[in-house]
């Protein structure tokens, strides 16, 4: 859903009429994953995806039939026959497919979504009715599936559930996934960008006012300039949270693995040769780090990739926290493509 939150804005703004197309079940390969979700205009307008390609045409002429009075629907699309003609998967798998108006309460999600709410929907997939809830224990909407939903907090989560009275689509949109850049060094400009394409929220840390300008740094969600310490909270980082570190100065290096360290942080990066890894290790070991904490810490940074520009560091490192993210173990640059000039 935050795929097309612009794009959702930008129609209601302009008085269209909004189809939604989500994905709800899926079995075996399938290109994309629950909760995906395409949105359709009657005007002709289209955004998201639910298969990456295979099945949009045929979902955006359900949709159409949808807006133009027809009932919900609910759709299955398998894999494609060998001659090409069948609307199908061709990964071989099979997914399922709900096509409904947008409605008054998707408007009330959308509005969370845009300040960054976590939030939940129940969706009937009979077409009787939706319930918003968040964690402070408001509700709006079908009630009867508020103990369902919010026993999935904090999330992010999203599941299909079977009940005697109609099957129920349970989706929870955590914070968005936030990435914080402490180094505001060349190599931190296109990983600002990788980064805001794969949708995390970036934020980029440095005390350096000549390096953290928003010339260098024009699209980051925050630029803070200040040192780690004074700004970085252990408890606010939980597992939402990937931590890059860039600055290859242990002024900036040694107070932001402490913090990173102590905190609940999904992901902890480090940039710097088998050298610089470490002289940092050795010097939090001196301070009671145990091994087992020390272990957490990903360096050299990114997946071995063999790229050497600036891009291709940080799409090795992007990969690697992708990685992280599914349960991968990920992997590490070498020494010499790893360190600065």
């Given at each position: ?305 063999g790229g050497r520009e600036p891009a291709e560091v940080a799409l090795a490192i ?24």
């Amino acid at each position: 859903m935050r795929e097309i939150v612009g794009d959702l804005t930008r129609w209601l703004a302009a008085g269209e009429r909004i189809a939604l197309a989500t994905v709800v079940w899926a079995e075996g390969p399938s290109p994309r994953p629950l909760g995906s979700r395409m949105a359709v205009t009657a005007s002709g307008k289209m955004g998201g995806s639910v298969s990456g390609g295979c099945v949009e045409g045929a979902v955006f002429e359900e949709a159409q039939s949808v807006l133009a009075g027809g009932p919900p629907k609910r759709l299955r699309y398998g894999v494609v026959d060998e001659t090409g003609w069948e609307v199908g998967l061709a990964c071989g798998g099979t997914i399922e497919v709900y096509i409904e108006p947008l409605v008054e309460i998707h408007r009330r999600l959308l509005a969370a979504l845009e300040v960054e709410e976590t939030v939940a929907l129940a969706t009937r997939l009979d077409g009787n009715g939706h319930l918003l809830a968040w964690p402070d224990g408001r509700l709006e909407g079908d009630r009867s599936l508020a103990s369902e939903l919010t026993a999935l907090f904090p999330g992010p989560a999203t599941e299909l559930r079977h009940y005697p009275k109609g099957d129920v689509f349970l989706e929870v949109f955590a914070q968005p996934l936030t990435l914080t850049i402490v180094g505001a060094v060349h190599l931190a400009q296109p990983l600002v960008t990788l980064a805001q394409t794969l949708g995390f929220r970036v934020q980029v840390v440095d005390a350096r006012r000549a390096f953290a300008t928003r010339e260098r740094f024009p699209t980051a969600d925050e630029l803070i300039v200040a040192w780690p310490q004074d700004v970085l909270k252990a408890e606010e980082l939980g597992p939402q949270h990937y931590v890059v570190i860039l600055s290859h100065d242990p002024k900036f290096d040694l107070p932001t693995l402490r913090i990173a360290l102590r905190s609940r942080a999904a992901y902890i990066g480090l940039l710097g040769s088998r050298t610089t890894q470490a002289k940092r290790k050795a010097a939090l070991r001196e301070e009671g780090f145990s091994e087992a904490e020390l272990a957490r810490i990903h360096g050299p940074v990114g997946l071995d990739l063999g790229g050497r520009e600036p891009a291709e560091v940080a799409l090795a490192i992007l990969a690697e926290i992708v990685a992280v993210r599914h349960g991968r173990r990920g992997g590490m640059l070498s020494t010499q493509r790893n360190a600065p000039p």
